[in-house]
């Protein structure tokens, strides 16, 4: 083959790679896109949801009863549902899919030239993937780390192109992250990005203060900008009452929230999640070890073939054990649908990444860029969970820049010859030469297995509504649930309490009072909260219970109506454990409140109007011809 035929060759291998992958890039983009657009379709989720719901339509027309701990989030629903509002809740899942593309877009067009094209979209892919395991309305949650992403984006920009302007724009979302969920005050610490930056680089000490000073401005600017619109609809008092009350609920010892707790939750679920991901780095080295065993065997005595499959072998089995092992070495949080998925997966993520920053931190080859970026790669998910007492629950939320970088990491370790002979390099010195082969196999049997793995869990945390997705074909008679699916058992029990209430108080001038952790059902009746929505809150106490009920007494002439959740809700609509659901309901007096909730009931001539496995709805003597008094057994078991 003369040279011109090589050349020829060559082109067209470089051509047909280059077709490859952008078929690539297409399958992953749709991907991208069709993912979390086709998941909006599937869960209705009466809790979360509800007070999402509750917030969003009540922020300026019962303030008193609306949280602002995330007034930005609450205002921009709010804004969506004026327009929008025809497509139900569904709209707001839509909101959820718009806000997820432009991250998409984000993380790809400011950091796929340092990760490429290919892995960067594969991480999205993850991300996305992983994300829409929670809920599917738009939230605080996920509108968070929209924003945190945008900050260190824009950090990282700022330190790598060395442009002020950037600087500034961090400093605007860092303020819009705060006023979007209050907790993520604690994204002060992306600054960390500009210590970094001036430590290992050595930068002039002007320089650095320079970039934390364009920074702060952003932030001042947009806070005196939210400040105005907060007067101008005279809604600061509320505000500044609400962040009275998160330091309270944060200084009270035992409570959820108290800054122990969150100290301690943050702590060891972040370790705890670090311990799987090294047991599962070991096991795959232990894997990679036995697999160059096998591609080792040419040339070697045939009475030490034997000996050294059977070597192998052993090697291989501890390592699959150690595989399965660290996917369940963390118990499963006590959460509804949960399994230890999140916090196994960011383990691996946190762990890989670590590997990567090293390597290029103290590497003779290394990128001062990959560093910094592999930084913002591990704040996104601490800065995710940081203030919340889920542990490493929403971490899930969390994997947009970690993953895309992980990819990155694994790609360049396994594809990459030079990688290869760098490591050699060092395990030759010991005797041992690890084959390219060994490598590929043992990263395919890795990746099948974490896809598995990935895969259940994206199947067993949909929403709350079952365990089960195919089970989803249902629906909610609701124009607020069109184009909504869920459980046959969940749709019935909804449809029996909307058709009760319809008949019961058409025109909806009465308010209503939940009892459980149904708050949807305010929002699919359209009626106002009697009380505080979510009555059985921890944080609600029964003191505060019994102050706004003598409140609602004075401002409303009518007595609510009443929903009782007989089981919780946040645990599905199963047969399997309905049982177990309705016993531990009976069981619990949620601190007082419901002994006070029977005796409002009592005083007030209450009778059972409705009942189904999961509801029962309470109308009061003057608008029902119910004679039925017998709803002790519902709610306490008498």
């Known amino acids: 083959m003369n040279k011109e035929q090589l050349l020829s060759k060559k082109e067209q291998l470089l051509s047909k790679k280059e077709q490859i992958e952008k078929i690539a890039k297409i399958v992953l983009i749709a991907g991208i896109f069709l993912y979390p657009f086709l998941c909006s379709f599937f869960g209705i989720d009466l809790g979360d949801t509800g007070i999402h719901m509750f917030n969003y339509e009540n922020i300026y027309s019962n303030p008193d009863k609306v949280g602002f701990t995330c007034y930005l989030t609450n205002v921009l629903a709010w804004g969506w549902l004026q327009i929008f509002g025809g497509l139900g809740i569904w709209g707001l899942n839509l909101l959820e899919v718009i806000v997820e593309m432009v991250m998409a877009f984000t993380v790809y067009k400011v950091f796929h030239k340092y990760l490429g094209d290919l892995q960067t ?356 008679n609701s124009d607020k649930l069109k184009h909504m699916k869920t459980t046959e058992r969940e749709a019935d029990a909804v449809n029996g309490v909307l058709d009760c209430i319809n008949h019961l108080d058409e025109e909806k001038e009465r308010p209503l009072m939940v009892f459980g952790g149904a708050i949807l059902m305010y929002s699919l009746n359209e009626m106002d909260s009697y009380v505080q929505p979510w009555v059985t809150n921890p944080n609600y106490t029964e003191e505060k219970l019994k102050e706004d009920l003598k409140i609602a007494k004075e401002n409303w002439e009518e007595k609510p109506v009443v929903i009782f959740c007989r089981t919780n809700n946040y645990y599905g609509f199963e047969e399997y454990n309905y049982d177990v659901l309705i016993e531990s309901e009976l069981y619990n007096q949620y601190n007082g409140k419901k002994d006070w909730f029977m005796k409002f009931l009592h005083r007030n001539d209450y009778r059972l109007e409705y009942a189904n496995d999961y509801y029962i709805v309470l109308a009061p003597g003057d608008i029902t011809q119910s004679e039925d008094y017998d709803y002790n057994w519902y709610i306490v078991g008498e």
């Open 121 to 476: 979209l594969f991480g999205i892919l993850i991300a996305i993937m992983a994300s829409d395991t929670y809920l599917n309305i738009f939230n605080y949650h996920q509108f968070n780390v929209f924003f945190l992403i945008l900050i260190l984006g824009f950090e990282f920009k700022a330190v790598v192109e060395k442009k002020f302007k950037y600087s500034f724009v961090a400093g605007i979302f860092l303020t819009l992250v705060v006023f979007s969920r209050m907790g993520s005050i604690t994204a002060l610490v992306t600054c960390f990005i500009y210590v970094f930056s001036y430590l290992y680089n050595n930068e002039d000490v002007k320089y650095f203060m320079k970039h934390l000073g364009v920074f702060a401005g952003g932030v001042a600017a947009t806070f005196g900008v939210l400040a105005a619109f907060l007067a101008i609809t005279g809604q600061v008092e509320y505000f500044i009452n609400n962040i009275f009350r998160l330091s309270g609920i944060a200084s009270t010892a035992g409570s959820g929230y108290s800054m122990e707790n969150l100290w301690s939750t943050f702590i060891f679920g972040n370790l705890d999640a670090i311990a799987s991901g090294v047991i599962y780095l070991a096991a795959s080295m232990i894997l990679l070890l036995g697999m160059n065993i096998l591609f080792s065997l040419k040339g070697i005595h045939p009475k030490k073939i034997i000996l050294n499959i059977a070597f192998s072998a052993v090697v291989i089995g501890i390592a699959v054990y150690m595989l399965v092992y660290a996917y369940d070495v963390n118990t499963v949080p006590n959460w509804p649908q949960m399994t230890t998925g999140p916090s196994f997966f960011i383990g691996i993520l946190y762990v890989v990444t670590f590997c990567y920053v090293f390597f290029n931190m103290y590497s003779k080859n290394g990128n001062p860029d990959l560093i910094i970026l592999g930084i913002c790669a591990i704040m996104l998910p601490l800065l995710t969970i940081a203030g919340s007492n889920t542990g490493t629950k929403h971490v899930i939320l969390a994997f947009w820049i970690i993953a895309p970088f992980a990819v990155s990491a694994v790609c360049r370790f396994v594809f990459s010859k030079a990688a290869l002979e760098a490591v050699n390099a060092m395990t030759e010195k010991y005797g041992l030469k690890i084959r390219h082969g060994a490598v590929l196999a043992c990263t395919g049997i890795i990746l099948v297995c974490m896809g598995v793995k990935f895969a259940d869990m994206l199947y067993y945390t949909m929403n709350f509504d079952s365990v089960d997705r195919s089970s989803l074909r249902y629906s909610v």
